[in-house]
C-alpha cells in the first residue's frame, strides 16, 4: 500500500504550487523579450547554477547508476521539451487556452501512472480531478472570452497539447528514479539534462540577453531560481512520497493561484466566472486528497 504523505511532504507540495503559478506572472514579462527556447534555457541555466551549488555544499555527490535511466527521460521530457514547446504555445493561443490544453497534463499523469507504475485510480482521486479540469476549463474559458474572443491558432493547441504530454512523461519517468536517487539528486541532475538539450539556443539567448530589458531578464533568472530550482526539488520531494497520479491532481490548484497573483501582480481583476472556476479548481484537489485523510483514519481505527 503507498505511503501517506508527511505534513512536510504536502507542505513541500504547497510551496511548488504557490511557485509554479507564480511563474505564469514572471513569463509574461520575460517572454516578451526572449523567444521561447532562449528563455527555456536561461531558466534552465539559473536553475542548474542554484541546484548544483546546493548539491556541492551537500556533498551529495552522483545519483545511482539505477537512477540514470529516469532522471535523462524526466529531463528530456519535463526540463527540456516541455518548457520550450509551452513558451512556444503561449505565443500562438491565448492564455486561457493554452491552461485548458495544458491542464490534460495530471490526467495523463494519473493514467500512465495506473499503466506503468501499477497506481491506483481511487473514485475519489478520478472525481477531485474531474471537478478540477471543469473549473480549469472554467478559468480557461473566462480569460480568453470564451470560444470566439480569444486568440488560438491550431499550431498553439498541438504545441500546448505536446507539452501537456512531455509534462506527464517527464512526472511518471521521473517517479521511479526517485526510488534511487533524492530528490534534489534527480532534480540537478534532470535539470542539467534539460539545459544540455537547449543548448542549440545558446546563440539566441546571448542575442537577446543584450537587448532585453533588466526586468526581462531578472524574471528569467527568477524563473530559474524559484520556480525551477526550489519548485522541482519540493515537487521531487513530495513525489517520493505520494503517487504520481495524487501529485498530479494538486497542481490543479495552480489556475486558481495564477487568477490571485495576477490580480495581486497584474491589476487584473478576475470576473465572476474566472472566481467560479478557480474555486472549482481548489475543492477538486480537497476532494483527490480527502483519500489521505481517509486512510489514515482507517489506519488508526484497525490499530486500537
Known amino acids: 500500500m503507498q505511503k501517506q ?8 507540495a504547497g510551496v511548488t504550487v504557490v511557485l509554479w503559478a507564480s511563474a505564469f506572472v514572471s513569463i509574461r514579462s520575460a517572454g516578451a523579450a526572449y523567444s521561447p527556447g532562449a528563455l527555456a534555457l536561461g531558466r534552465l541555466l539559473a536553475g542548474a547554477l542554484v541546484l548544483g551549488t546546493v548539491l556541492l555544499v ?52 494519473a493514467l500512465l501512472g ?10 475519489r482521486l478520478l472525481a477531485g480531478m474531474a471537478v478540477s479540469f471543469a473549473g480549469a476549463v472554467t478559468v480557461g474559458l473566462s480569460m480568453s472570452g470564451g470560444t470566439s474572443g480569444g486568440h488560438a491558432s491550431v499550431l498553439g493547441v498541438v504545441l500546448c497539447l505536446l507539452a501537456a504530454m512531455a509534462y506527464a ?21 534532470g535539470c542539467l539534462v534539460g539545459a544540455a538539450a537547449c543548448l542549440p539556443f545558446a546563440g539566441q539567448l546571448v542575442e537577446e540577453a543584450g ?15 524559484f520556480p525551477t530550482a526550489l519548485a522541482f526539488t519540493t515537487w521531487a520531494y513530495a513525489l517520493a512520497r505520494t503517487t504520481a497520479g495524487r501529485m ?6 495552480v489556475p486558481a493561484l495564477v487568477v490571485v497573483l495576477a490580480w495581486a501582480f497584474l491589476g487584473e481583476l478576475p470576473g465572476v466566472l474566472t472566481l467560479a472556476g478557480g474555486a472549482l479548481c481548489l475543492a477538486g484537489v480537497a476532494v483527490s486528497r480527502s483519500r489521505a485523510r481517509a486512510s489514515a483514519t482507517a489506519g488508526t481505527a484497525e490499530s486500537t
Not at 495506473?114 to 473514485?123: G, I, Q
Not at 498530479?248 to 490548484?253: D, I
Request: net charge positive; glycine share 10%; no cysteine.
Open 5 to 12: 504523505p508527511s505534513r512536510l511532504a504536502l507542505a513541500a
Open 58 to 109: 551537500r556533498r551529495e555527490g552522483l545519483p545511482p547508476r539505477a537512477a540514470w535511466p529516469g532522471i535523462v527521460t524526466s529531463g528530456l521530457l519535463w526540463f527540456g521539451v516541455y518548457m520550450v514547446v509551452l513558451n512556444w504555445g503561449e505565443q500562438e493561443v491565448d492564455a486561457g487556452t493554452a491552461a485548458m490544453v495544458v491542464n490534460i497534463g495530471p490526467i495523463l499523469i
Open 114 to 123: 495506473a499503466r506503468f507504475l501499477k497506481e491506483s485510480l481511487p473514485p
Open 169 to 189: 512523461g517527464g512526472v511518471v519517468a521521473q517517479k521511479p528514479a526517485l526510488a534511487h536517487g533524492s530528490a534534489l539528486q534527480v532534480t540537478t541532475f
Open 211 to 225: 537587448r532585453a530589458p533588466l526586468s526581462a531578464t531578472l524574471n528569467m533568472v527568477y524563473l530559474g531560481v
Open 248 to 253: 498530479g491532481a494538486t497542481t490543479y490548484a
